[in-house]
Each structure stands twice: as C-alpha cells, then as structure tokens.
C-alpha cells in the first residue's frame, strides 16, 4: 500500500506529518526523516486501531487485501517455448 504523506513545517521548528487517506493520521518531528520514521508508526497505530473497532461490531468482518497485479494481454506476454527457467 502506497500513502501520500503531507509534510508541513511547524511554527515551533521542525515537522507536522499527515495523512490525507487517514484522516486524524498525524505525528511531528524535527527533521524530515524523523517526521517520517514517526508518521510510519502513527500509521501502523492508525490501521491496527480501525480493525480492532470494527471487529468488535457485530456482523462485521475484516478482510486483507493484497494489491492485484496488472494482467497483461496475450498479445504481450512473452513467448517461452522452448525455454528453460
């Protein structure tokens, strides 16, 4: 899964991380890399804190699901005949 992280200087020095596809989704630090080593854990924090509230729902089910590989047409997918992997 692929997020889009927002990064905004703060007032008091350093850096406000958000993430619009998690809304409430937000961390600080004082440097870039700080910012995003913190938003990457608020996120993990984010994502376990919204599954664990919607099992707890009656009728309620939490699936995963993987990202889907693009499926190439025939017309390019690779002539193995004859090869050998």
């Given at each position: 899964m692929?997020?889009?992280?927002?990064?905004?200087?703060?007032?008091?020095?350093?850096?406000?991380?958000?993430?619009?596809?998690?809304?409430?989704?937000?961390?600080?630090?004082?440097?870039?890399?700080?910012?995003?080593?913190?938003?990457?854990?608020?996120?993990?924090?984010?994502?376990?804190?919204?599954?664990?509230?919607?099992?707890?729902?009656?009728?309620?089910?939490?699936?995963?699901?993987?990202?889907?590989?693009?499926?190439?047409?025939?017309?390019?997918?690779?002539?193995?005949?004859?090869?050998?992997?």
């Amino acid at each position: 899964m692929v997020l889009k992280i927002v990064l905004e200087p703060s007032e008091e020095g350093g850096y406000t991380a958000t993430v619009p596809a998690l809304p409430g989704c937000i961390s600080e630090g004082d440097t870039i890399e700080e910012a995003m080593a913190n938003i990457r854990e608020a996120i993990e924090l984010c994502v376990e804190v919204a599954e664990e509230a919607e099992v707890g729902r009656e009728g309620v089910l939490v699936k995963e699901l993987a990202p889907a590989l693009p499926s190439l047409p025939p017309s390019t997918r690779a002539d193995c005949r004859g090869c050998s992997i």
